[in-house]
Nanobody, 121 residues
Framework: QVQLVESGGGLVQPGGSLRLSCAGSGSIFSIIAIGWYRQAPGKERELVASVTSGGIPNYADSVKGRFTISRDDAKNTGYLQMNSLKPEDTAVYYC???????????????WGQGTQVTVSS
């Protein structure tokens, strides 16, 4: 099995920064993509950013130029650097990894438990 644990959330003032981490553990053979999603109260979960195994990032228009996604494959860890935070960034942020546990196993999606990010003065 694969477990993902997010950390780094919290309360920050508008204009501030946070760095989220997503640490993978368990029977990880390889991770093809890591994504960060968020869900605000009363809204659907949305993709914030993703990065492939080749390091190619993709961002939602609402966070382009403010957020940076990265990954450390040696540590099976993904990161989301969030700068110039706005109140509308307030949400629970979830890490997703598409991974497999062996060379011949299928790719599966795994999710972390979520971490709260609140942007407020």
């Amino acid at each position: 099995q694969v477990q993902l644990v997010e950390s780094g959330g919290g309360l920050v003032q508008p204009g501030g920064s946070l760095r989220l981490s997503c640490a993978g553990s368990g029977s990880i053979f390889s991770i093809i993509a890591i994504g960060w999603y968020r869900q605000a109260p009363g809204k659907e979960r949305e993709l914030v950013a993703s990065v492939t195994s080749g390091g190619i990032p993709n961002y939602a228009d609402s966070v382009k130029g403010r957020f940076t996604i990265s990954r450390d494959d040696a540590k099976n860890t993904g990161y989301l650097q969030m700068n110039s935070l706005k109140p509308e960034d307030t949400a629970v942020y979830y890490c997703n990894a598409r991974a497999r546990t062996g060379r011949w196993t299928t790719w599966q999606d795994y999710w972390g438990q979520g971490t709260q990010v609140t942007v407020s003065s």
